[in-house]
């Protein structure tokens, strides 16, 4: 039912989380845009097979949104990294039926000509202190379409959580793909290995 689409590194601003990855890949950041609803903007990544990798910070010229902003960038605070997975679905309603409770509501959202729904956290948080992908609905274009080639591939995605056996649970029914895998640790941490150019490097 749900497909990994995207990995978002939360930074402080947009250059410290473009340092941060153009260190860890060895690749140059594409332009992205502004999320007006949330107060933020973004930088982009294309990543093979359909996916790709998003810098996302809060937008200093944009006004205060009337809601929690995404990915939790409101409690954001220190260097820049990997802070949330995301993964699409077809039917977002559905997905949120069988997701953990606090997973969100769905949200219509756009940026200039790309429109889609996602489900946002009430207090900006997914479930299991952010380990739970975000979800969310493409409604025609995907972004990952439009980026340059890097040259970069994932090749796993490490989520560590101190629940990770019930964490393994909640995604039983809804996801299966082997570069996922959840593993047991003292603290949420995400870290992604990625195939480059210059060979394997892990962005954290």
Known sequence: MLELDHLAVAAETLEAGR??????????????????????????LGLSDGLYLEVIAVD???APPAVPRWFDLDRFAGHPRMG???????????????APAGAGAPVDLARGDLRWRMAV???GRMPFDGAFPALIQWQG?????????SGC??????VTHPEAEALRAALADLL?????????????????????????????
Not at 19 to 44: D, W
Not at 84 to 96: E, F, K, S, Y
Not at 141 to 149: E, K
Not at 177 to 200: F, K, M, S, Y
């Open 19 to 44: 340092a941060h990855v153009e260190a860890a890949l060895g690749v140059a950041m594409q332009p992205g845009g502004q999320h007006g609803h949330f107060g933020t903007h973004n930088l982009l």
């Open 60 to 62: 200093p010229a944009a």
């Open 84 to 98: 949330t997975w995301i993964c699409r679905c077809d039917d977002l309603d559905a997905a949120l039926a069988q």
């Open 121 to 123: 956290a009430a207090d």
């Open 141 to 149: 274009a995907h972004p990952a379409a439009r980026l340059a080639p």
């Open 153 to 158: 591939r994932l090749r796993r995605l490490i």
């Open 176 to 204: 299966t793909d082997p570069r996922v895998v959840i593993a047991a640790g003292d603290d949420l941490q995400l870290r992604a290995e990625i195939e480059t150019p210059h060979g394997l490097r892990v962005l954290e």
